[in-house]
């Protein structure tokens, strides 16, 4: 079997087709497929886990598919891009049906507290539309790599009721305001996730995505 350079990982949910449409769009003719096969995903050079829809759902159907085995390995070992659930999950837990995440990163997937009121009106809940991202830089006050060609406070599209409270600050790759600022970005190593959706960000989307196919960790 040829080399699959990217793998979209298929848990049943998800905006799959968008996503790999945006993939393929700035591959330059590099290999994508969308599966849901533990051995392709394995395979891969990189790994993309896209996202839509509950936390418990989602990590069912990762068991059901045999799954959990391959995105942990891929998490471990080379390039990954998590998507809205696919970043919440790579938490402990998540306040959405009391849910147990993959548990490689310290913290809690929260709700956005209904009772707050803005401008006189109860927040809206999900959080839904175009905000803009605020890139958090490292020690070396370096914005990650990801970002590049991407100005900071650039607007991206985002859709979730739930957000993620990393225990460790300097996971936060980016913050976005709702009202308040949270971690809408986490980036590790060869990890980097976002709770916005990038394959329906525009261009600043595939800029990004352009970015994880030539990024090297």
Not at 41 to 55: E, K, L, S, T, W
Not at 59 to 88: S, V, W, Y
Not at 129 to 139: A, D, R, S
């Amino acid at each position: 079997m040829s080399k699959i350079d990217i793998a979209v990982v298929d848990y049943g949910m998800g905006n799959l087709r968008s996503v790999s449409k945006a993939v393929e769009h700035v591959a330059d003719g590099k290999s994508v497929v969308v599966t849901s096969n533990p051995a392709l995903i394995q395979q891969a050079v990189r790994v993309v886990f896209p996202g839509q829809g509950a936390m418990p759902d989602c990590m069912r159907e990762l068991d059901t598919r045999h799954l959990r085995d391959a995105i942990l390995h891929a998490a471990a070992n080379k390039p990954f891009l998590g998507i809205c659930i696919g970043m919440q999950l790579l938490f402990d837990h998540s306040e959405e049906g009391d849910t147990a995440g993959l548990g490689l990163f310290r913290g809690d997937v929260k709700r956005f507290a209904a009772h707050q009121v803005v401008n006189n009106e109860k927040l809206k809940i999900p959080h839904m539309g175009w905000n803009q991202v605020y890139q958090v830089k490292n020690k070396q006050s370096q914005a990650h790599a990801l970002w590049q060609g991407i100005a900071d406070a650039t607007r991206f599209y985002h859709v979730h009721s739930y957000y993620a409270a990393p225990l460790d600050a300097a996971l936060i790759a980016g913050e976005t305001e709702y009202p308040n600022r949270f971690c809408s970005v986490i980036a590790k190593d060869n990890i980097f996730a976002t709770q916005f959706h990038v394959e329906k960000s525009a261009q600043a989307g595939l800029q990004l995505l352009r970015n994880f196919v030539y990024w090297k960790p």
